[in-house]
Structure formats: structure tokens, C-alpha cells
């Protein structure tokens, strides 16, 4: 069973910075468009952005021009860096590979992000 561990989260002020990393215990980035996840208390969760496996990005209109996605297929790591964060941003962050309307492998632990104001 795969396993997705998220790291890098804390806590930042308002405008700072935050580089998340997803690894996982077996190499599916090279076969799986892959994408970070976050879920706010009291909030569904929503996906936030997504990397193709040609490298194509898409991202939520809240987060563009602020986050970027990447992968790196040989570490098996997928990023986000997050930059300009915002007190909204806060929230656990995921990554998984989605699947249509569903993910592939089992939700990992996530990492918290907290953004103060």
C-alpha cells in the first residue's frame, strides 16, 4: 500500500513563505498527474493545485500567482511552494494523485499550515 507523508508546514506571518514536500514509499509520480489538497476546520476539502505528468499545473483562482507545484520523479517528492501566504491559506495540506472526481491512495497525515494575520 502506497504511503504519502507531508511535510513542511508551520506556522508564518501573513506575506511569508512555505515549501511543502510529499514523498512516498513507492516511485507513482512518474505515472500519476499528482496534486496538493488542504481542508480549513469546518471546510471540505478542496484541491489546490495539480502537476500533470507532462508538467502541466493548474491551479485554484485562490492560489494562483502565489503557489507553485512541482515534482522531482527520481527523489519520488512533489512541492508546493507557498508564498504571500494569507490567514486564509491556513489548513491541513494534502497531496494525493487524483482520480476523477477521487484520489488513488490513502489520505496521508497531512501538514498543517497556519498563517497568522
Known amino acids: 500500500q502506497v504511503q504519502l507523508v507531508e511535510s513542511g508546514g508551520g506556522l508564518v506571518q501573513a506575506g511569508g513563505s512555505l515549501r511543502l514536500s510529499c514523498a512516498a514509499s513507492?516511485?507513482?509520480?512518474?505515472?500519476?498527474?499528482m496534486a496538493w489538497y488542504r481542508q480549513a476546520p469546518g471546510k471540505q476539502r478542496e484541491l489546490v493545485a495539480a502537476?500533470?505528468?507532462?508538467?502541466?499545473?493548474n491551479y485554484a483562482d485562490s492560489v494562483k500567482g502565489r503557489f507553485t507545484i512541482s515534482r522531482d520523479v527520481a527523489k519520488n517528492t512533489v512541492y508546493l511552494q507557498m508564498n504571500n501566504l494569507k490567514p486564509e491559506d491556513t489548513a491541513v495540506y494534502y497531496c494525493?494523485?487524483?482520480?476523477?472526481?477521487?484520489?488513488?491512495?490513502?489520505w496521508g497525515q497531512g501538514t498543517q499550515v497556519t498563517v497568522s494575520s
Open positions: 513507492e516511485n507513482i509520480f512518474s505515472a500519476n498527474d
Open positions: 502537476v500533470t505528468t507532462g508538467s502541466s499545473t
Open positions: 494525493n494523485a487524483p482520480y476523477g472526481r477521487f484520489v488513488r491512495y490513502t
